[in-house]
């Protein structure tokens, strides 16, 4: 039986613009590579800032590009909780993100999200309750995990609510642009004009994460400790990822790539919907995104996802638990699929696969 992941968030390897990144590297290389072969500035390779900057209407020292957009939140995070402090995250959440704040000692409180969006009440609550927290973290846009969208009239009151409180909001937002159905939201950073925001993308999922390529908009008091975090840490990011990035977007390649993405995750993605109302119960349940690599499922009742984990890799399927997205250890009866890597063929099997011990783990009485 062939193994078929619906585990990690890669790209499938047909979609990588191979020919066309070979091709700039070679002519970045070729123009300027005595300088994006040589130590570069903590911050990241110059006209790349600069291009980044202008769509963003901001100055180019503003901008901090490193090797993956989580390890710019990492040099962050070290920086806003040297001291300690609360930090609040969905729920569930980006497992590596839980990691990164345990691992600089921020107390780590949960809101609830669900496919209305944010338990505003339950934010509003916790932000009332003692210190103010250093920051709260959202992936906005087709969350990882959930595949989840904040709706817009959420957007705007998280903008009031750090502006009225006084907190950050780190804005990591590397899917918006993978938009398969549906309009297009402002991100949070443009609603609050950059007040009280910091916005993070990358461009692992809209060029090729093996660049490891990412940045943060911060204001301008966070740039010099962030900076000097970046350089004690690895005295600068590699230029030359960078630089292809670059080239790769002044030669127009990089909107018609997003389309060949889009087209084809929109195929694995419709797959797996049709997949999941076919194969699972009616009492199990799953979150239904316009874009993105993933969505969350809800198994029926009494249906415990440790045991089904085990009994997948028996079967030769993967998935990640419910339980690796929550700080405190929720999410006993369900899972995280991912979708973007397999085949529509693989999808169809591993699906069929997964239906099978859905309903034949339902069945056994608790």
């Known amino acids: 039986?062939?193994?078929?992941?619906?585990?990690?968030?890669?790209?499938?390897?047909?979609?990588?613009?191979?020919?066309?990144?070979?091709?700039?590297?070679?002519?970045?290389?070729?123009?300027?590579?005595?300088?994006?072969?040589?130590?570069?500035?903590?911050?990241?390779?110059?006209?790349?800032?600069?291009?980044?900057?202008?769509?963003?209407?901001?100055?180019?020292?503003?901008?901090?590009?490193?090797?993956?957009?989580?390890?710019?939140?990492?040099?962050?995070?070290?920086?806003?909780?040297?001291?300690?402090?609360?930090?609040?995250?969905?729920?569930?959440?980006?497992?590596?993100?839980?990691?990164?704040?345990?691992?600089?000692?921020?107390?780590?409180?949960?809101?609830?999200?669900?496919?209305?969006?944010?338990?505003?009440?339950?934010?509003?609550?916790?932000?009332?309750?003692g210190a103010t927290p250093r920051v709260l973290y959202t992936i906005p846009t087709f969350q990882n995990p959930s595949g989840r969208t904040l709706p817009l009239e959420q957007r705007e009151a998280l903008v009031e609510l750090a502006n009225a409180k006084g907190f950050l909001i780190y804005e990591d937002d590397p899917y918006r642009l993978v938009r398969y159905s549906g309009e297009a939201l402002p991100s949070m950073y443009e609603l609050a004009g950059g007040r009280n925001v910091i916005f993070s993308t990358s461009f692992s999922k809209t060029g090729a994460p093996g660049l490891r390529v990412g940045y943060m908009i911060l204001p301008a008091e966070l740039v010099k400790p962030i900076e000097t975090i970046a350089a004690s840490t690895y005295i600068g990011p590699p230029q030359l990822p960078q630089a292809m990035l670059h080239e790769f977007i002044s030669r127009g390649l990089f909107e018609s790539n997003l389309e060949v993405v889009c087209a084809e995750l929109r195929a694995r993605r419709d797959a797996m919907l049709a997949g999941l109302e076919a194969e699972l119960p009616d009492d199990a349940a799953w979150s239904h995104p316009d874009g993105g690599y993933f969505l969350w499922v809800d198994l029926p009742a009494g249906v415990g996802v440790d045991a089904l984990f085990d009994r997948a890799a028996q079967a030769g399927l993967q998935f990640v638990k419910g339980t690796d997205f929550f700080a405190d250890g929720r999410g006993e009866e369900?899972?995280?699929?991912?979708?973007?890597?397999?085949?529509?063929?693989?999808?169809?099997?591993?699906?069929?696969?997964?239906?099978?011990?859905?309903?034949?783990?339902a069945s056994v009485p608790a």
């Open 334 to 361: 369900s899972l995280r699929l991912a979708f973007s890597f397999p085949s529509v063929a693989e999808i169809d099997e591993g699906v069929r696969r997964l239906g099978a011990l859905v309903r034949d783990a």
């Open 1 to 129: 039986m062939d193994p078929i992941s619906f585990a990690r968030g890669n790209p499938s390897p047909d979609i990588l613009p191979v020919e066309a990144m070979a091709d700039c590297a070679q002519a970045v290389i070729a123009r300027d590579g005595r300088t994006i072969l040589n130590y570069g500035p903590a911050g990241g390779y110059a006209p790349f800032r600069e291009w980044i900057a202008a769509q963003h209407g901001v100055e180019p020292s503003q901008v901090i590009i490193s090797t993956g957009s989580l390890t710019g939140f990492n040099f962050l995070m070290r920086h806003l909780f040297a001291g300690g402090g609360r930090a609040i995250i969905e729920a569930p959440s980006y497992d590596r993100t839980i990691g990164v704040l345990r691992s600089v000692g921020a107390e780590i409180e949960s809101v609830p999200l669900s496919d209305a969006g944010l338990d505003l009440d339950r934010l509003e609550s916790l932000v009332s309750q």
